[in-house]
């Protein structure tokens, strides 16, 4: 007997026993979770009163909360608060907050959104009001990831929305990050330069 043809015939007989699945190309649910990323490109910025953006994120972010077992409260200021900022850009970095709240924040806590202008700023806090609970959920998730404390380390979604933040409010020459609010209570602060700031650093760049 050819010794040849036997062979052959064991390697497919050995084939034949190896899972398919170990043959098939690895699908989509078998993927690394993705990085989130910015939902559009940059657009162009024009002259806005960040009260807008945030009575529009009141409109639409609400029920995102609510699913949560949260509520929202804005407390902003009768004056404008003009900026010049990309309003899809800005609408994002909202919208993670929100996300974020959802995720750090017990249910009951209402997150309360506080406008104002300091020097010239326009400043808005981002606070964890949570009844009988004296630690703000939602500044110390924010530091943490920010950090890649151990505990978020392996949260990718986490990490690429607070980067994504911080990478969208630096375009805007402003800053975000976890600090005490006029209300004494420690949350996110995003601040941004006025409209008159933002014309004066461009007149100095010309």
Same mark, same amino acid.
């Given at each position: ?10 390697l ?19 993927a690394?979770?993705?990085i ?13 009163d ?29 004056? $404008?608060? *003009? ?10 970095? %909202?919208? /993670?907050i929100?996300?974020? #709240?959802? &995720? ?75 600090? $005490?609010s *006029? ?10 330069? %006025?409209? /008159?700031?933002?014309?004066? #650093?461009? &007149?100095?760049?010309?």
């Amino acid at each position: 007997m050819n010794p040849i043809p036997a062979c052959i015939a064991l390697l497919f007989a050995l084939l034949l026993c190896v899972p398919w699945r170990l043959l098939r190309p690895r699908s989509a649910s078998a993927a690394p979770p993705a990085i989130a990323q910015r939902a559009q490109v940059p657009g162009p910025r024009s002259h806005t009163d960040i009260r807008q953006l945030l009575h529009q994120m009141s409109e639409s972010l609400r029920g995102r909360l609510q699913a949560a077992g949260m509520a929202l409260e804005l407390r902003l200021p009768g004056d $404008p608060l *003009p900026v010049v900022l990309d309003r899809s850009g800005m609408q994002e970095v %909202l919208a /993670r907050i929100v996300e974020l #709240a959802c &995720r750090a924040m017990h249910a009951g806590s209402t997150l309360q959104v506080l406008g104002r202008i300091d020097g010239v700023h326009a400043v808005v806090n981002f606070i964890d009001a949570a009844p009988g609970l004296d630690e703000p959920r939602l500044a110390r998730c924010f530091d943490a990831v920010a950090a890649r404390s151990p505990r978020w380390r392996s949260d990718v979604d986490a990490i690429a929305s607070v980067a994504l933040c911080e990478q969208i409010v630096s375009e805007h020459r402003g800053r975000i990050y976890a600090a $005490p609010s *006029p209300l004494g209570s420690l949350g996110i602060t995003l601040r941004l330069p %006025l409209e /008159r700031a933002s014309a004066e #650093a461009a &007149r100095l760049r010309a």
